[in-house]
């Protein structure tokens, strides 16, 4: 199993910006899933194993964007223009199996996780 590690969260105010990294091993298409206090985990952005393709959620579209290093095995996720409903535990995931398509977006499309960090967004 790939071992994954974020990185990056924090509190900051409305409109401000972070930015999460995700180390993990290998050249693999990678996600972004996020999980607000009583709801279920939900995709944010997801990316091929070369970095050429994206998919957004509609909900950071324009906002969020996805990229990697494979240089240095690290994945991110700038995230702009951050709102209070951005206030989540963000998790990266890992995808081992055959690639198909750009845009898998439930979790069960992932094969590995890492333990999440906290993005919290002050209005």
């Known amino acids: 199993q790939v071992r994954v590690v974020e990185s990056g969260g924090g509190l900051v105010q409305a409109g401000g910006s972070l930015r999460l990294s995700c180390a993990a091993s290998?050249?693999?298409?990678m996600g972004w899933f996020r999980q607000a206090p009583g709801k279920e985990r939900e995709f944010v952005a997801c990316i091929t194993h070369t970095g050429a393709g994206t998919y957004y959620a509609d909900s950071v579209k324009g906002r969020f964007t996805i990229s990697r290093d494979n240089a240095k095995n690290t994945m991110y996720l700038q995230m702009n223009s951050l709102k209070p409903e951005d206030t989540a535990v963000y998790y990266c995931a890992v995808r081992n199996r055959v690639i198909a398509k750009i845009d898998y977006v439930r979790a069960n499309d992932y094969d590995s996780w890492g333990q999440g960090t906290q993005v919290t967004v002050s209005s």
């Open positions: 290998g050249r693999t298409f």
